[in-house]
């Protein structure tokens, strides 16, 4: 899977309970992502970084932070779940060309 | 605002039939455009892209088509088969970050 591992792999936590997202990556590619995906929308890029510290905010950032302090490692916060926040979450690294994908992270919030 | 617009929703084929898939783009800055297949459970896989400044590729069973002046391309899968069965998702990207814009996605069922 290209050297991308997102942690945890399933994961339930109550309303307006902080959640933590890891995206590791052993490929030192610049670009890392994190997009959701539900039914019916396909993927939403929810943030990307551009480097070390560089961060920007996507089409749904709304609720959502991210931090990346490593190269390789890339993390998504969710400060207070909501039940709208359920879905499954992916990271992406891109190097020169091609975007990867890890395995996806499925959260459900109750 | 949904700059990459996917059909159809949903796609049933005969075994050794074609699928074809379309997307349609708003953005003139996008200047790659890549379809990913999905499997349940699985993130996505890139199967086949394309740049604007060529109107096909063809890789083994899958073709791209696109058409600049229309902003539109498409995916064709011929001899569709049943391991063919996934969903698929067209995508476009542009910027200096290179983020991929996603369509809503194309749940294909091959059947024996």
């Known amino acids: 899977d290209a050297g991308i591992t997102q942690s945890p792999r399933h994961k339930v936590t109550e309303t307006g309970t902080p959640v933590t997202l890891r995206c590791h990556q052993t490929?030192?590619?610049?670009?890392m992502y994190w997009y959701r995906q539900d039914p019916g929308h396909g993927l939403r890029l929810i943030h990307y970084s551009y480097g070390v510290k560089d961060t920007d905010k996507g089409e749904v950032s709304d609720g959502y932070s991210v931090s990346r302090s490593k190269t390789e490692d890339f993390l998504l916060t969710l400060e207070s779940a909501t039940s709208s926040q359920t879905s499954v979450y992916f990271c992406a690294i891109r190097g020169d060309r091609e975007a990867f994908f890890g395995q996806g992270t499925r959260l459900t919030v109750v | 605002q949904q700059q990459v617009k996917q059909s159809p929703q949903s796609l049933i084929v005969q075994k050794g039939g074609i699928s074809i898939i379309n997307c349609a783009y708003e953005?003139?800055?996008?200047?790659?455009f890549p379809w990913y297949q999905q499997f349940p459970g699985k993130g996505p896989a890139l199967l086949i892209a394309?740049?604007?400044?060529?109107s096909e590729k063809k890789e083994g069973r899958f073709t791209i088509s696109f058409n600049k002046s229309a902003k539109q391309f498409s995916l064709h899968i011929m001899d569709s088969q049943p391991g063919d069965s996934a969903t698929y998702f067209c995508a476009a990207s542009g910027g200096f970050a290179r983020q991929l814009t996603f369509g809503s996605g194309t749940q294909l069922t091959v059947l024996p």
């Open positions: 394309i740049r604007p400044d060529v």
């Open positions: 490929e030192n590619h610049r670009y």
């Open positions: 953005n003139t800055a996008f200047d790659y």
